[in-house]
């Protein structure tokens, strides 16, 4: 089983936990777009449900193939989201970020009753970390809170490249309007405690740490899928 059928698999078992009629956040990354062209065959044989994408290249996407869309301020409580990760450890602590979409999932995420994480087991870790931590940043003051980070991680024994993402000839620049910077710290033992360092550098607009906030994650291997409970 390659990489995409590992993804599939993990959005077939996602897919059975939708039910006709629900509010959906709906992902963004490579496993969720596989979920989103499940989910768009079931709408197409009658299936109801309502999307609030998380990313315009997931609007775009279920647009194309015809998933309803709502926007978060028409549908502000959502009954599910499904969206992978680019790091899963044994609580259900996640990193995300990795196509630039986190502010926007965080707030669907935030939004919904259950958060279903997906993804291929190439993802889980045993602590977060080892995949680059992007940092949502405000273009005013990069320089300054670049700077602030850097001193807040150090404060927590944290180190590593911060790099601000490209795209192009340019900065990769969010849906927002804003800047990523990666920050490659190879292991962070305290992620509660880096999230609350960085919610405080006002530059800071989000980060990709999603703590407490998925209710199960479906991981794909070559055996097939397994559902994990978060071990808080």
Do not use: W
């Amino acid at each position: 089983m390659d990489a995409r059928e590992m993804k599939i698999k993990a959005a077939e078992a996602a897919l059975t936990h939708v039910e006709s009629g629900m509010r959906l956040g709906i992902g963004t990354g490579s496993t969720a777009e596989e979920f989103v062209r499940l989910l768009a065959e079931k709408v197409a044989g009658g299936f109801r449900v309502e999307g609030v994408p998380t990313s315009e290249r997931t609007a775009r996407l279920c647009v194309e193939l015809g998933v309803p869309l709502k926007s978060l301020d028409e549908l502000p409580e959502l009954d599910l989201t499904v969206d992978g990760a680019d790091e899963i450890d044994a609580s259900l602590r996640l990193v995300k970020g990795g196509g630039g979409a986190l502010l926007r999932e965080k707030i669907v995420a935030a939004a919904s009753d259950r958060v279903i994480v997906i993804a291929d087991e190439s993802k889980l870790v045993e602590t977060l970390g080892q995949f680059p931590l992007p940092i949502e940043v405000n273009p005013f003051g990069l320089v300054s809170t670049r700077i602030a980070i850097e001193r807040k991680a150090a404060r927590l024994g944290l180190t590593g490249s911060l790099t601000l993402r490209q795209s192009g000839d340019g900065e990769f620049t969010t849906d927002g309007g804003h800047y990523i910077i990666d920050a490659s710290f190879g292991r962070i033992p305290d992620a509660d405690a880096l999230s609350s360092e960085l919610n405080s550098i006002p530059g800071v607009v989000e980060h990709g740490l999603f703590l407490n906030m998925a209710s199960l994650a479906i991981i794909a291997g070559p055996a097939g899928a397994r559902t994990l409970q978060a071990n808080r």
